[in-house]
């Protein structure tokens, strides 16, 4: 094929057929959603810096605590936009602009049935939840205030996946920097406003998240739908077909195992976590927040290779695939490699930044490095998440996320009962390194497969 045959950086108009990756093309993505979710952690960061003030140990646990439960909970169904990600951007290499709209309807019905049903069961998350991380009793009542308002954004939040999913799919990065700064910025804002202004607390911080994905949820959608072409509109009977909900039904149930598997890796750090007591707990959900910092700043390279892998599958067009994933692994290395240069000087002065308290501060020093190395150890991991969520190569994904498991439970057998804490964050981290080398172990049989 001649380089006239090949689009250029934005693709053709429609965004069908071969295409030239380019660094300029990675980055449109890469940039904005990087941006984008860099607010989420930032989020965290004034979340638990505006209950840090407070200067309670016990505030900050309860914080730490309802927030790895909507983990649990919300995160779990990522696969909403994780699974429209990987099919909208298939549709858009094929130029199939139908069946996008379709993927999208889909998509926000599921999310919309599934919101309500975790506000109808929400006193049955929360008492399941609470007995699963097992806090304190002090710990415990934070933890009901931060949830019973929280919980209200259930069919909100769990919108913005879809509407985020279509987004991506046909790579356009700016207008998920827009919505993400938008929900994250009303949050933080109002976080400020109502928990440490007003003096709210807990619940102000809760309700500012609330607000945030309200209102994030009734923009996003207003500006998918105006840029619909209402001559390409699927009807009823082609949005709801069974031939056509089957690809995103086992997408969408793989994708849930794989993220309800590593939240409860995470949850295990927090309730192993916990028996060290709550000065422990709270060191190290500062240092968690501190590497979910590093893993958003990643997430818009891990886009860019969902978006990127996808189009090429759909157009059918292998030299996109190999030069997206090639590409956009130097990317991702680089800036991994910075970002762990920089926790490593500047960690300390982070942690000083999330919370008041001395004893918290003196802890969370001396595991440091350990959160500042996961960005390195787990740039791997995070590449190949975005490669085989564009390729929708679901399956793979959540087998080798339970192996990655096993050997996680394994090292934390190993290493907690001899190191402590440092074990746990050490078993973090070989968990990341197995997720990343056990995906990219199947690259080259999976690509010429798909390519064949």
């Known amino acids: 094929m001649s380089a006239s045959d090949i689009s250029g950086p934005a693709g053709n108009a429609e965004?069908?057929?071969?295409?030239?990756?380019?660094?300029?093309?990675?980055?449109?993505?890469?940039?904005?959603?990087?941006?984008?979710?860099?607010?989420?952690?930032?989020?965290?960061?004034?979340?638990?810096?505006?209950i840090g003030q407070l200067g309670q140990a016990t505030l900050l646990a309860g914080l730490a605590v309802g927030a790895i439960l909507f983990d649990l909970i919300f995160t779990t169904f990522n696969f909403l936009r994780s699974?429209?990600?990987?099919?909208v951007a298939q549709a858009f290499g094929r130029g199939d602009r139908t069946?996008?709209?379709?993927?999208?309807?889909?998509?926000?019905?599921?999310?919309v049935v599934c919101?309500?049903?975790?506000?109808?069961?929400?006193?049955?998350?929360?008492?399941?939840?609470?007995?699963?991380?097992?806090?304190?009793?002090?710990?415990?009542?934070?933890?009901r205030i931060y949830f019973q308002y929280r919980i209200l954004a259930g069919p909100f939040a769990l919108a913005n996946y879809a509407i985020l999913g279509f987004v991506l799919g046909r790579g356009q990065g700016t207008t998920g920097l827009l919505l993400q700064t938008l929900i994250n910025g009303i949050n933080i804002v109002l976080s400020i406003t109502l928990g440490l202004y007003l003096g709210w607390g807990v619940m102000g911080v809760a309700m500012a998240t609330m607000l945030g994905e309200v209102v994030g949820a009734i923009v996003g959608f207003a500006i998918v739908y105006r840029r619909f072409d209402r001559a390409k509109a699927p009807d009823l009977a082609m949005i709801f077909s069974t031939e056509r909900l089957k690809p995103l039904f086992g997408l969408n149930r793989d994708i849930m195992i794989r993220s309800f598997v590593l939240l409860a890796a995470f949850t295990l750090m927090t309730r192993i976590g916990t028996s060290f007591g709550p000065v422990t707990l709270a060191a190290n959900s500062v240092l968690m927040t501190i590497f979910l910092v590093a893993g958003y700043y990643l997430d818009g390279l891990a886009n860019a290779a969902e978006q990127l892998t996808g189009r090429a599958i759909g157009a059918r067009f292998r030299p996109a695939f190999d030069r997206a994933l090639r590409m956009t692994a130097i990317w991702c290395f680089a800036l991994a490699g910075v970002t762990t240069l920089g926790l490593l000087i500047f960690g300390n002065q982070l942690v000083n930044l999330l919370t008041t308290a001395p004893d918290v501060r003196a802890e969370a020093y001396i595991h440091m490095p350990w959160a500042a190395i996961t960005a390195v150890v787990g740039a791997l991991a995070f590449l190949m998440d975005g490669v085989f969520i564009g390729a929708t190569w679901s399956r793979d994904m959540r087998n080798m996320m339970l192996l990655s498991f096993i050997g996680y439970v394994a090292a934390v057998a190993l290493l907690v009962p001899a190191f402590g804490n440092h074990g746990l964050w050490a078993s973090l981290n070989l968990f990341l390194l197995f997720r990343g080398l056990l995906l990219l172990m199947l690259i080259p049989r999976r690509s010429a497969q798909t390519f064949a």
């Open 15 to 50: 965004g069908a057929g071969p295409f030239l990756v380019t660094n300029r093309l990675i980055l449109s993505i890469a940039v904005p959603m990087t941006l984008g979710f860099l607010t989420t952690p930032l989020l965290g960061l004034v979340d638990t810096a505006v």
């Open 83 to 87: 699974a429209t990600t990987g099919l």
């Open 99 to 111: 069946e996008e709209q379709a993927i999208f309807w889909r998509s926000l019905t599921i999310a």
């Open 115 to 143: 919101g309500i049903a975790i506000v109808a069961l929400s006193p049955l998350l929360l008492s399941a939840g609470l007995w699963l991380l097992a806090p304190g009793p002090e710990i415990e009542s934070v933890t």
